[in-house]
């Protein structure tokens, strides 16, 4: 990673080297945090902070959630992360804002613990890497599955990502990109930290919430844009016999962006490469966070 120069922490613009917490911090020992994902784009307009509004309104529901005040509403948030991407000279780029338990409890029960607020900005690429992005990825289903619904699976906690990271690490330590995860009654939820679709004769098909996955901001573009391309796109719970059977598979998510799956399980899908649907869903996604669609102004806000 790449420092920058500036963390917005609490309102203020701080040193990126002097933005740091006491190691008794409530979150460190326990997890208690939530956070988002965003990416900012350069454009011809200027650059761009995609859907920056409704990730905003994810974070705080996150912190509702998990009992975390806020003295922050979304619109100081999206305006202190305009602010820390100007500060920081960046023209794209990847933001984490993160809400934490810091100090004022140690045990289980966070009632005193202090809540704070840090927007962290820096460059990032490709988070599947460019390759996989171009010829699609490897990928297996993991023996870790999905938690079940009752740890709030559509709140975005530090702590629940534990599960993801055992997922994530089991598949590159054995010679895969990505894990796709099973929920507990053995269905297919989503990756490690995506969102996960197929298609199967012409027909695009993404789990359902109840089956445990996040519902996705980046899910949630990919589906309109598809939608209104003409394609037909289906909410259906699927089995990992359906990842075998299918046409194509692709995953979405902030950092993924729109990332072809050539392989699971040491299975080609397809005949191994990107097919069409999955190339037309990235090329509108990528045309539409880079400026190049004009039929969502609403979703780029500029810097």
């Excluded at 409530?26 to 939530?34: E, L």
């Excluded at 975390?68 to 305009?82: G, Y």
């Excluded at 810091?102 to 607020?117: D, F, I, K, S």
């Excluded at 027909?203 to 996705?216: D, F, I, K, Q, R």
Aim: proline share 5%; hydrophobic share 40%; with cysteine.
């Amino acid at each position: 990673m790449e420092p920058t120069k500036y963390i917005w922490l609490d309102g203020e613009m701080v040193p990126w080297d002097e933005a740091n917490v006491h190691v008794l911090t409530h979150a460190i020992h326990y997890g208690t945090a939530v956070f988002e994902g965003i990416r900012a784009y350069e454009t011809p307009q200027g650059t761009a902070v995609f859907r920056l509004t409704k990730h905003m309104d994810r974070l705080l529901r996150s912190a509702k959630a998990y009992h975390m005040p806020t003295e922050w509403t979304t619109e100081d948030l999206t305006k202190a992360t305009k602010e820390v991407l100007a500060a920081n000279g960046l023209e794209a780029g990847y933001v984490r804002p993160i809400k934490f338990l810091e100090l004022g409890a140690v045990g289980l029960n966070p009632a005193n613990a202090r809540v704070r607020t840090a927007i962290i900005t820096w460059r990032w690429g490709a988070y599947l890497g460019e390759e996989g992005m171009r010829d699609g990825i490897r990928v297996r289903v993991s023996s870790w599955r999905r938690f079940p619904m009752d740890v709030f699976p559509n709140a975005k906690a530090s702590g629940t990502y534990i599960n993801s990271i055992l997922a994530k690490t089991e598949a590159v330590r054995t010679g895969y990109d990505e894990a796709i995860m099973l929920n507990t009654e053995g269905k297919i939820s989503e990756g490690s930290g995506e969102n996960i679709f197929i298609i199967t004769d012409g027909v695009v098909y993404t789990p359902p919430v109840s089956a445990g996955c996040l519902e996705g901001i980046t899910r949630d573009t990919v589906v309109t844009l598809l939608q209104e391309d003409g394609y037909e796109v289906v909410e259906k719970t699927f089995s990992r016999s359906d990842l075998y059977y299918c046409d194509e598979v692709f995953f979405t998510g902030t950092a993924a962006e729109v990332t072809p799956v050539r392989e699971v399980d040491d299975r080609p899908v397809g005949d191994g490469k990107p097919g069409p649907i999955t190339k037309r869903a990235q090329e509108l996604y990528l045309d539409t966070v880079h400026g190049k669609l004009s039929s969502h102004p609403e979703w780029l806000e500029f810097v």
